[in-house]
């Protein structure tokens, strides 16, 4: 069934990224409670690193596909298709990045020098402080939707840690270019008391301004990425072991 959905992408229904992929970074969001005011910021301030179409606005609409960072495809390295690109859009943005994503998409697409990467953290009955990764989708999911309820636009790393600090999100400066984020009050009790041994991947996610250049830009790298899922009889599509489909097919797994 995902594979003929991929054959039939050109042509399929299409949704807004910020409705068409879920999961529980999405679901942190609470993309469907969103007010008009903060889906129009987000429209202007939240990039979605697809595997599949490169960095997408959360209003850019898309079909319902199947394609991860680790996907295989004959002939085609996503690492190797997206990672200048991407990195080349990311370090020409001049404004304040928080980029969200995971290990694995990053390397699709490095950060640049003067972003800041967020890592989700409790602190132990020590002091020690956990990095979370079971907990790290919902409490990102849960930042964003913050931000963009906002409707701050930052233009400094100082503004937002001022307006964090204002609304009692723990998020904190640890070095350069690095920010902790710190878990809510429950899921920092359950980390605190048992340890975070769940580990999960992360959607790829990040804040960025919106610039009509990120689809642009990267518009004839996605069609080369398209045409390598179009494939026809014995499956080109070598390799998914993702989460299942909402929407139409929706992959909760590929931002």
């Given at each position: 069934v995902e594979i003929d959905r991929n054959r039939a992408i050109r042509t399929a229904p299409v949704l807004e990224a910020l409705d068409r992929y879920t999961g529980v970074l999405y679901d942190g969001i609470g993309v469907a409670s969103l007010s008009p005011g903060a889906r129009a910021f987000a429209a202007q301030h939240v990039a979605i690193h697809s595997a599949l179409f490169g960095l997408l606005?959360?209003?850019?609409?898309?079909?319902?596909?199947?394609?991860?960072?680790?996907?295989?495809?004959?002939?085609?390295?996503?690492?190797?298709?997206?990672?200048?690109?991407?990195?080349a859009v990311l370090a020409a943005e001049p404004r304040l990045l928080i980029d969200l994503r995971s290990e694995s998409y990053s390397a699709l697409g490095p950060t640049p020098p003067a972003a800041f990467t967020v890592r989700v953290v409790a602190e132990h009955a020590s002091g020690r402080r956990l990095a979370l990764s079971h907990f790290n989708k919902a409490a990102k999911g849960e930042f964003v939707r913050a931000v963009v309820e906002s409707m701050i636009d930052h233009v400094s790393i100082e503004s937002l840690l001022e307006w964090a600090a204002d609304r009692q999100i723990r998020l904190e400066?640890?070095?350069?270019?690095?920010?902790?984020?710190?878990?809510?009050?429950?899921?920092?009790?359950?980390?605190?008391?048992?340890?975070?041994?769940?580990?999960?991947?992360?959607?790829?996610?990040?804040?960025?301004?919106?610039?009509?250049?990120?689809?642009?830009?990267?518009?004839?790298?996605?069609?080369?990425?398209?045409?390598?899922?179009?494939?026809?009889?014995?499956?080109?599509?070598?390799?998914?072991?993702?989460?299942?489909?909402?929407?139409?097919?929706?992959?909760?797994?590929?931002?």
């Open positions: 606005r959360a209003a850019d609409r898309i079909p319902a596909y199947r394609l991860s960072h680790d996907s295989r495809l004959p002939g085609v390295s996503l690492r190797s298709l997206w990672r200048g690109p991407i990195g400066r640890v070095a350069r270019g690095e920010l902790d984020l710190g878990a809510g009050r429950e899921r920092h009790h359950d980390a605190a008391e048992h340890g975070d041994d769940l580990g999960v991947e992360l959607d790829a996610l990040a804040l960025v301004d919106d610039r009509d250049a990120l689809v642009a830009e990267l518009a004839h790298f996605g069609e080369q990425a398209l045409r390598r899922i179009e494939v026809e009889g014995g499956g080109g599509f070598v390799e998914d072991q993702h989460a299942g489909p909402r929407k139409e097919g929706a992959s909760d797994r590929d931002p």
